[in-house]
């Protein structure tokens, strides 16, 4: 193999260009020719590709967003779209990919590898709910920015013996608001994982917190609360009692615990901004695992993070696996936080 390609794709996240640049560094220490490919597998259907040296990756590592951008591609996931990037990749002389993105851009990948394109994938979302990984590229910076936003909101509801609910991405999975929860201290959380009850898991909550002395409260309430999706065992329920929105969430614990109540929704502040540290290294040493697999003829697999170590898994495998929500860590945070 000589020439490889790099795209990210899906959503963005923090730590994408760490992961863009380790790859283009470390692949063109091994000797190959790095092809940077525009928006995601747009760019593999368009030829929107650029050649990529070491200088093109300087300045990277600190930056939010990726500098490939990213996009998402309907094209793509039909057969002639497939075999349009796949003549591009010949017209590129391009034999390999590395791939960032979520579970619906290693589709992407696989099904590149089955048109015998090497691919590797690497975990990138802010949301952190790619199964067959525990950790992926963006959710710490996502989880620090979230934390900093609700200390930022709890100095304002103590001023003013407020309740803030505030809305956490995170599409729909809980682990941003599980995480957020725990390092906030949040008086409560709802997440998509886990059936709640308004009156038990939030208002008595609050009544708990008022009995000792507190007069100012945290809901975290993870978007995936409001999706019409299987994976959400809420979405009825918030339907049924009118709380469907971060809004009519605050408007109705106004109404039940007199509690002065706002609803914050921190929205794609969540994906922007510096990586931090773990996330930079954590790009980079998926990145320079990533292009190992490739140099050693190795493709089709996902690199992951398992067990505090980075390894490999199989396309296919990987998407079959689960990744069930932490009810442990939910139940230490329901007890601590008070
Ligand atoms: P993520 O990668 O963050 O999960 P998406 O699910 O939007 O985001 O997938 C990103 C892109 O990957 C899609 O726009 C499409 O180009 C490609 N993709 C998603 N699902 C498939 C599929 N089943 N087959 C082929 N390509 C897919």
Known sequence: MKTIGILTSGGDSQG?????RA????????????????????????????ELFASSVSGKLSRGGTFLQTARCLEFKEEAGILKAVETCKEFGIEGIVVIGGDGSFRGARDLCLHGIK??????TIDNDIVCSDYTIGFDTALNIVVEMVDRLRDTCESHDRCSVVQIMGKNAGWVTLESSISTGATAMVVPEVEF??????????????????????????????????????YKYVKEHGI?????FAAKVQQMTGVEA????LGHVQRGGS???????????????????LKNGISNRVVVMKDNKITDYDILEALQMKKPFDRERFNMANAINI
């Not at 939030?202 to 009544?207: C, E, S």
Request: glycine share 10%; with cysteine.
């Open 16 to 20: 994408m260009n760490a992961a863009t």
């Open 23 to 50: 790859v283009t560094r470390k692949a063109l220490d091994e000797g190959f020719r790095v092809m940077g490919i525009k928006k995601g597998y747009n760019g593999l259907i368009n030829g929107e590709i650029e």
């Open 119 to 124: 691919c590797v994938a690497l975990p990138g």
């Open 197 to 234: 009850d308004f009156e038990r898991d939030i208002v008595q909550r609050i009544r708990k917190s008022q009995a000792l002395g507190k007069n100012h409260f945290i809901i975290l309430v993870s978007e995936g609360v409001f999706f019409d999706v299987p994976s959400n065992k809420n």
């Open 244 to 248: 469907d929105s971060a809004a009519a």
């Open 262 to 265: 706002r609803e914050a929704i």
């Open 275 to 293: 990586p931090t540290a773990r996330d930079r290294i954590i790009a980079t040493e998926m990145g320079n695992y990533a292009v190992g697999l």
